[in-house]
């Protein structure tokens, strides 16, 4: 069975950081693209950042210059580094992965930025 489990969030004054990883099952790891979105209360689902199985990255521009996304391609590993945290940047984060037939997603992770 496909699996993404989530896992690092938690409560961060602002300023702080936060490394997130999402370890996802091997049949899926090597897809096309993975990456991370969030969704705040009430909001709908956003885009955070990507990784191709090639290594190019993309970032939202809300995120960009603070967030660094990478992958361990021998741990089956997805990360989201998270620097310079804002109040605005308190949600859920769930993985996600792009293969040729599905999109797959983790359950997530909450990430409170609060003082």
């Known amino acids: 069975q496909v699996q993404l489990v989530e896992s690092g969030g938690g409560l961060v004054q602002p300023g702080g950081s936060l490394r997130l990883s999402c370890a996802i099952s091997?049949?899926?790891?090597?897809?096309?693209?993975v990456g991370w979105y969030r969704q705040a209360p009430g909001k709908e689902r956003e885009f955070v950042s990507s990784?191709?199985?090639?290594?190019?990255?993309n970032y939202a521009a809300s995120v960009k210059g603070r967030f660094t996304i990478s992958r361990d391609n021998a741990k089956f590993t997805l990360y989201l580094e998270m620097n310079s945290l804002k109040p605005e940047d308190t949600a859920v984060y769930y993985c996600?992965?792009?293969?040729?037939?599905?999109?797959?997603w983790g359950r997530g992770t909450q990430v409170n930025v609060s003082s």
């Open positions: 091997q049949s899926i790891f090597n897809s096309y693209v």
């Open positions: 996600n992965v792009q293969s040729s037939s599905s999109n797959y």
């Open positions: 990784i191709t199985k090639f290594g190019n990255r």
